[in-house]
C-alpha cells in the first residue's frame, strides 16, 4: 500500500512538468530567429502596464500594407533613446503556414530588432474585446500603456503621429 | 453675429461629432438599400430580389488573405442560401487608389476566376460602407425583409477560425441565417475577427 502510494506520488510529480510544457510557448526558427507562438492566454501577461516603462504593442501582419509602412516607425520607436523606457512589442497575425515562409525572412531582410511575438489564435471573437472593447479586429491597431494610462488606436500612424502619441505617455 | 456665428459652429461641431459616433448600425437597425455596379456591368439594388426574404451583406475584396481565405466558404453560404431566400451580396469598399488590386477591373477578373454566382458590388465613391458601419474586410451584415424595411440581425465573421475551414467550430452566419429561416431571433448577434481595414486616402 505504501509502495503504492509512492508510486502515485512519484507519477504526480513528473506528469507536473508535463502538463507545465504543454502550457509552454512554442517557437518558430529559422533566419537565425526564433520567435515565441502563443495563443492569447499566453500573450496576455504581455499587455499588462507598468509605471516605469511605456509599453507600445502593435497588432499587424507581414500581408497588411499599412502595418508594413508604419513598422519602420515602432522599430525606430524601440531603438530610441527617450527619457522614460519604452517597450515595443510587435504582434503578428501572419497565416501559420507563412510563418517560416514569409514572416521570418520578412523581420531578417528588414532587421527587425524590436520584440516579436506571434498571436496564433484563430477565434480571434474570443480575445478581440480583451485587447480592447472598441477594436473591430481591423489592423493595424495599437495599445499603449503605463501605470493607470491605457489607450488604444485602430489605424495606422505616420512617423509624427506615433511618436507625439507615445509622447503623452511620458508626463 | 459672432453669437449667431459661434452657435452655428457649435452646431456643425456637434453634428460632425455625432455622425461620426454614430459608426454605422447596430443590431435591429433599418439597413438602407443602395445601387451599386456589379462585376457583370449593371447596376444592383437590394430591391431588385423580389422573392429575398433578405440578405448575407459581406464587404470583402480582392487583396485582403482573410477574404480569400474566405472565398470558398463565401461561394458556399450563397449555394446553400440563396434558393432558401438569402442571396449573399458582396460589396468591395476599398479605394483602388490606394490598393489596386481591389479596382473593378481587378474584381471582374477574381469573379470570374472563383466563379462568384452572386453580385460582386464595387461601393465607388465609398458612400454605403460607412452607412452600414464595416471596418474591415470580411465584415458580414445579415438583414432581414420586414414589409418594405431591411433589419439587421447579425454583424460579424462568417465563423470562428479564418486559419482551416476544417477546425471551424461555430459558423455564426449559418446559424443566423438558419434561425431567422425557421422564425426565431439569432442567437448570436454580432462577433468581431482579424480583418483588413478598409482602404481610404488619408486626409
Redesign the interface.
Known amino acids: 500500500m505504501r509502495n503504492f502510494l509512492n508510486i502515485i506520488a512519484f507519477l504526480i510529480l513528473f506528469a507536473l512538468p508535463t502538463q507545465a510544457q504543454t502550457q509552454a510557448p512554442k517557437y518558430v526558427e529559422g533566419e537565425g530567429l526564433r520567435i515565441p507562438v502563443y495563443s492569447y492566454a499566453g500573450l496576455a501577461p504581455l499587455l499588462t502596464a507598468s509605471e516605469d516603462t511605456i509599453h507600445v504593442i502593435n497588432?499587424w501582419?507581414t500581408?497588411?500594407?499599412?502595418c508594413v509602412k508604419e513598422l519602420p516607425y515602432f522599430e525606430e520607436l524601440h531603438r530610441a533613446a527617450l527619457p522614460v523606457p519604452v517597450k515595443v512589442t510587435l504582434v503578428s497575425?501572419d497565416?501559420?503556414k507563412q510563418l517560416v515562409t514569409r514572416l521570418l525572412p520578412f523581420l531578417r531582410e528588414r532587421d527587425i530588432t524590436a520584440s516579436v511575438v506571434v498571436l496564433?489564435d484563430?477565434?480571434?471573437?474570443?480575445w478581440?474585446?480583451k485587447v480592447d472593447a472598441t477594436?473591430?479586429?481591423?489592423?493595424?491597431a495599437t495599445l499603449v500603456l503605463r501605470g493607470a494610462k491605457r489607450e488604444f488606436r485602430?489605424q495606422?500612424f505616420t512617423r509624427d503621429e506615433l511618436f507625439q502619441f507615445v509622447h503623452t505617455f511620458m508626463e | 453675429m459672432n453669437t449667431l456665428r459661434m452657435a452655428g459652429m457649435t452646431l456643425l461641431f456637434l453634428f460632425a461629432v455625432s455622425t461620426a459616433s454614430a459608426g454605422g448600425y447596430q443590431v435591429g437597425d433599418k439597413a438602407t438599400d443602395f445601387r451599386l455596379k456589379n462585376v457583370d456591368g449593371r447596376m444592383v439594388s437590394l430591391a431588385d430580389f423580389n422573392s429575398a426574404k433578405g440578405f448575407i451583406v459581406i464587404f470583402t475584396c480582392n487583396h485582403c488573405p482573410y477574404s480569400v481565405a474566405y472565398e470558398d466558404r463565401i461561394i458556399a453560404l450563397d449555394a446553400k442560401y440563396k434558393d432558401r431566400g438569402y442571396p449573399v451580396v458582396a460589396i468591395n469598399p476599398n479605394d483602388p487608389a490606394v490598393q489596386p488590386q481591389d479596382g473593378f477591373a481587378e474584381m471582374k477578373e477574381r469573379a470570374r476566376e472563383k466563379g462568384f454566382a452572386f453580385p460582386y458590388l464595387f461601393d465607388e465613391g465609398q458612400k454605403i460602407y460607412p452607412q452600414y458601419g464595416a471596418t474591415r474586410t470580411p465584415h458580414v451584415f445579415i438583414l432581414e425583409k420586414s414589409g418594405k424595411d431591411l433589419i439587421v440581425r447579425y454583424i460579424g465573421a462568417i465563423d470562428d477560425n479564418h486559419e482551416d475551414a476544417e477546425e471551424v467550430g461555430k459558423r455564426w452566419v449559418e446559424a443566423a441565417v438558419d434561425a431567422l429561416l425557421a422564425g426565431s431571433a439569432p442567437a448570436t448577434t454580432s462577433t468581431k475577427a482579424i480583418g483588413c481595414s478598409i482602404k481610404v486616402k488619408k486626409s
Open positions: 497588432f501582419a500581408w497588411c500594407a499599412p497575425l497565416f501559420r496564433d484563430p477565434d480571434a471573437n474570443a478581440i474585446n477594436w473591430s479586429g481591423a489592423i493595424p485602430e495606422s
